[in-house]
């Protein structure tokens, strides 16, 4: 198995500098691709690299990584970068979301991990309370229902997927 490890991080490190050699030699030819996608692209190696490898692991800081991008694109596009006030409340979700893929990537035992969900409902709270403190006009009293339906989500899914004894 150490040497499917070796092969795919070998791949993606070939794949990676051949990329960044091709835009140092034709500065034009990425003009397209702007720079949020660039990190992006390192959570979606993590990714890639926890899907080949069945190294779960990799898959939290791959959530991560390609989450903060994809905060980062929104905020390149829109100008917006005063959301940060409240948009990093996200970082818990995709930690959240790399916990649940980690789990079912888990070679020994794959699982379903509630516990991601609940990072996710947290960061959920996290983004609709700062959010709507500092600028996002969410109507904050019209969502409250949405808390209710992700702790059902969470009460089913954890005893959809608890360990029988």
């Known amino acids: 198995m150490e040497n499917r490890h070796g092969i795919v991080w070998g791949i993606l490190l ?3 500098g051949g990329f960044f050699f091709v835009t140092q030699m034709y500065p034009d030819i990425f003009g397209y691709v702007y720079w949020p996608f660039i990190v992006i692209g390192v959570g979606a190696a993590f990714l890639l690299a926890a899907i080949l490898t069945r190294t779960g692991g990799l898959a939290i800081p791959g959530c991560i990584v390609g989450g903060i991008g994809g905060i980062l694109y929104y905020q390149a596009i829109s100008g917006d970068w005063a959301s940060w006030a409240y948009i990093w409340t996200l970082i818990p979700g995709f930690v959240g ?3 649940i893929i980690a ?3 888990s070679r020994e035992h794959p699982r379903f991990d509630s ?6 409902a947290i960061s ?3 983004f609709i309370i700062f959010g709507g403190t500092f600028g996002l006009n969410l109507g904050v009293g019209t969502l409250w229902p949405l808390f209710l339906i992700g702790i059902g989500v969470i009460t089913l899914f954890s005893a959809l997927f608890r360990k029988r004894s």
Do not use: N, Q, S, Y
Request: charged share 0%; aromatic share 0%.
């Open 115 to 120: 516990g991601g969900l609940v990072l996710m």
């Open 124 to 126: 959920a709270m996290g």
């Open 14 to 16: 070939i794949l990676l």
């Open 103 to 105: 789990g079912l990537l």
């Open 97 to 99: 979301l790399g916990v």
